[in-house]
């Protein structure tokens, strides 16, 4: 059964900090690691990674991937109140029919 | 382009009521999940769907049904409601091809099971 773990539950941080979010996984037929940002509702997508060391970002966000120790960090940089929310980390199986999700990082930026 | 829309978004049931959850998507998408997300677990796939009258269990499908008879629209059945169904659904869609993963989310249905 695929399996994500994320890391820490929860943080607090005030704005101008640097957050690093931990996901690790196993699956049995890797395909993606996707990040997702819930914040008062639906989740929203951030990233999808396929390949290792191969660093995506968007803005203050980024995120890699290690295919080979099983595990993804995403780092936001100058951390905004907006920020404030749950991140979602999620795999996808080879077959790509579903996402197995982790139980999220709730991240609280402090003015 | 409304995307992806659940109704009801509340809904209090008493133990042993039924009730289904309407989701409607509008962007043409294959995929259609429905997930619980309850404090600390993140989203746990109870059903999906990869077309049109065709459905699949996921990760924790006891005590709910679904049906897709129509492509746009994916139900998600409570026969006999229990208080461990008392949770934030959301449904979501995605188009295959590519990858799946880009999930499009719903705004969530919170139930209580009284």
């Known amino acids: 059964e695929d399996k994500v773990v994320q890391s820490p539950l929860s943080l607090v941080v005030h704005e101008g900090d640097t957050v690093t979010l931990n996901c690790s996984y196993e699956v049995t037929n890797f395909r993606s690691l996707l990040w997702y940002k819930q914040e008062k509702k639906a989740p929203t997508f951030l990233f999808m990674l396929?390949?290792?060391?191969i660093e995506k970002k968007s803005g203050r966000l980024s995120s890699i991937l290690d295919k080979k120790e099983l595990f993804s960090i995403l780092n936001i940089t100058a951390t905004q109140t907006g920020d404030s929310a749950i991140y979602l980390c999620?795999?996808?199986?080879?077959?790509?029919?579903?996402?197995?999700f982790g139980g999220g990082t709730r991240v609280l930026v402090k003015p | 382009n409304a995307g992806v829309t659940q109704t009801p978004k509340f809904r209090v049931l008493k133990t042993g009521q039924s009730m289904t959850l309407l989701c409607a998507q509008d962007?043409?998408?294959?995929?259609m999940y429905w997930y619980r997300q309850d404090p600390g677990m993140g989203l746990r796939l109870i059903h999906y769907s990869v077309g049109e009258g065709t459905t699949a269990k996921g990760e924790v499908p006891d005590g709910y049904n679904v049906s897709r008879l129509k492509k746009q629209n994916f139900l998600l059945g409570l026969e006999s409601a229990a208080p461990s169904q008392t949770s934030v659904y959301f449904c979501a869609s995605s188009y295959p091809g590519l990858s799946t993963g880009e999930l499009f989310f719903g705004e969530g249905s919170r139930l209580t099971v009284l």
């Open positions: 396929t390949s290792s060391g």
């Open positions: 999620a795999v996808e199986e080879a077959a790509g029919n579903k996402l197995t």
């Open positions: 962007m043409n998408h294959e995929y």
